[in-house]
């Protein structure tokens, strides 16, 4: 469903997150010295590290081999020394995690146009029903620094981490500190059975001017991916060199990602790009490899030198691509820059640089080729892994409508068409439920919904055998709510409005919605067409009456005076319906 499962969060939480990073983890000071000694201390040199290519480097957190020294260029090497795109993964139940580490350029936390925080800081996401959100960062001092990444987590069972090193500063040593008691241990093997994607590139794509490490669009893409990724971004240094090209063919990923055109004049590009791209179709002939155009800068309207060779050099991309492609290419893919940055010029720092929310749109805007990438290579899905088809698309085996409703919620007619479930008022005006009568309690729900102005559905689910249950309103009419929490049949109101919510759907077009429901009393987020739509948390008042766990449902409204009224004829259209049992 999802084309951009991280990106189901809204923009403005992401920028404000953003600014919050820094905030969120102060350094301990002297007056804190109780709480330093209180802590356990667990130091990280063997742990797995995430994000290398090579496993002989010079440094545990370099980025290229040892044996590169002297074969790359002096400055591509030094920048290999920083750690962009290095991970770790723990897991633990302690409600509050602190860090110690110590860079390797302690005179250099921040750039000009770049905070400490993504030069030299920590970034802390954890895994909350199976993406990873964000949870905290890391301010770095001269020197070492040690401080709080999170607090107050609430208590519960064990949870998994991912800790983003800095990206434009090395990393000497790491410690993690929690509480004495709590467990502290490195997470299982997630990613195993897949290859890495390996992006190289330049300043962009080591992540220049992230406001933290998890904000580079590598990461970001890796983490709505749930896919590990290798960042080879070297700012300024992109250059597309054959000697970079040998090193990258070393490698064996699941894709290779090339983005160094803002690195290069025209002539290079002319020059460098095909053997770069040749020397890895070499040596990995079924390796999907993605070429990205230049970005389109803040000023190319402005600026005629820079239109000009951003206009010639993804021209020529682009005709090499064309070329390759016709010659037999089957896993060549191509990015536009039109899908990169937004054209508002609202999204970079200095007009070149992302800002949080130009690496955001660089992500969203990348994401689906590279999924197409690698699903022509054969290589899974990973963001639908563990969901079955409620739905089989032909019938309605497995559906039914639910005769224990009220009566005026017994009518209305259910078939199927093309692939969609279809609901329509049958006789005119009467409405009801169909229902997969199943005892789900935790879950994630996946589906499209197309739907006409004035129109009222609805997904309802832990539905029992009287129709109590949890309502997702779909109510696209004059006054009501989309993405509301509705307890149809107990209170039968709302226990959570959103009058906003219409303004995502799209209208005579497919809405993919994804609902979420854990916990007892339940937590409910709704997302529509990839927006963070919906967060409610109920109460033991607010959830009296409803089953623990239950059905789903899908809806057909019955038309009531003064509320909801359906333009005669009109059908509610449902297919890609499928689930995820939490556990």
């Avoid at 905070?115 to 993406?131: F, H, I, K, M, W």
């Avoid at 070492?144 to 990206?167: D, M, N, S, W």
């Avoid at 090339?258 to 020059?271: F, I, R």
């Avoid at 690698?374 to 990973?382: F, N, T, V």
Wanted: proline share 8%; net charge neutral; hydrophobic share 40%.
């Amino acid at each position: 469903m999802k084309s951009f499962p991280f990106t189901r969060s809204s923009l403005v939480w992401l920028v404000a997150a953003a600014w919050i990073a820094p905030l969120a983890a102060p350094l301990v000071s002297t007056a804190a010295a109780a709480e330093r000694t209180a802590l356990t201390w667990h130091a990280l040199s063997a742990w797995p590290l995430e994000g290398k290519g090579w496993t002989d480097t010079k440094h545990r957190y370099d980025r290229l081999p040892a044996r590169a020294e002297g074969v790359v260029r002096g400055p591509v090497w030094s920048l290999a020394q920083d750690s962009a795109g290095l991970r770790l993964r723990f897991v633990t139940d302690a409600d509050a995690v602190s860090a110690r580490w110590t860079v390797r350029k302690p005179d250099r936390l921040a750039l000009p146009h770049m905070p400490a925080t993504g030069v030299s800081g920590l970034d802390l996401y954890v895994r909350d029903a199976g993406e990873w959100k964000w949870v905290g960062a890391g301010r770095p001092a001269k020197g070492t620094t040690e401080g709080a990444l999170v607090r107050g987590l609430a208590k519960g069972p064990k949870r998994e981490f991912l800790l983003h090193l800095p990206l434009y500063n090395g990393i000497e040593s790491i410690e993690l500190g929690v509480p004495p008691g709590a467990v502290l241990e490195r997470a299982p093997e997630r990613y195993a059975a897949r290859k890495p994607i390996v992006f190289y590139g330049t300043s962009i794509l080591q992540g220049g001017c992230a406001s933290r490490p998890g904000m580079a669009y590598p990461a970001i893409i890796g983490r709505a991916l749930d896919w590990p990724t290798i960042n080879l971004g070297f700012s300024g240094n992109g250059k597309t060199e054959p000697e970079m090209a040998r090193l990258l063919a070393e490698l064996d990923p699941a894709a290779y990602v090339l983005d160094s055109l803002p690195n290069l004049d025209v002539a290079q590009v002319k020059e460098r790009v095909e053997p770069f791209v040749q020397t890895l179709r070499t040596a990995r002939p079924g390796t999907p490899i993605i070429l990205v155009e230049n970005v389109a800068y803040s000023d190319t309207g402005f600026i005629e030198a820079r239109r000009a060779k951003v206009a010639e050099a993804n021209a020529y991309l682009r005709q090499l691509y064309d070329r390759l492609k016709k010659a037999g290419d089957k896993q060549l893919y191509y990015i536009p820059a039109s899908h990169l940055f937004g054209g508002d010029g609202e999204d970079t720092v200095d007009g070149v640089h992302p800002t949080d929310l130009g690496f955001l749109r660089m992500a969203r805007g990348a994401t689906p080729f590279i999924r197409e990438a690698l699903a022509g290579s054969g290589q899974a899905a990973p963001d639908e892994e563990g969901f079955v088809a409620l739905f089989d698309g032909r019938t309605l085996n497995g559906w039914q409508p639910h005769d224990g409703m009220p009566p005026l919620h017994l009518a209305g007619k259910w078939t199927v068409e093309d692939g969609m479930l279809v609901g329509a008022q049958d006789p005119p005006g009467k409405g009801g439920l169909l229902w997969v009568e199943r005892p789900f309690k935790d879950f994630i729900l996946r589906l499209q919904v197309k739907m006409v102005h004035p129109m009222d559905t609805g997904i309802f689910v832990r539905v029992g055998p009287d129709g109590r249950s949890h309502q997702i309103t779909l109510d696209w009419r004059q006054g009501s709510d989309v993405g509301a929490i509705f307890i149809p049949f107990v209170r039968h109101g709302y226990v959570q409005r959103n009058p906003e919510g219409a303004r995502l759907m799209r209208p005579d077009a497919w809405n993919d919605v994804e609902v979420r429901i854990e916990g007892e009393p339940a937590r409910i987020r709704v997302w529509l067409n990839g927006h963070f739509l919906t967060d409610f948390q109920h109460t033991e008042e607010t959830t009296r009456g409803v089953p623990a766990q239950g059905g789903i449902a899908l809806q057909v409204h019955p038309d009531i005076p003064n509320v909801t009224v359906w333009k005669p004829g009109e059908v509610v259209r449902f297919r890609h319906i499928r689930i995820k049992e939490l556990p």
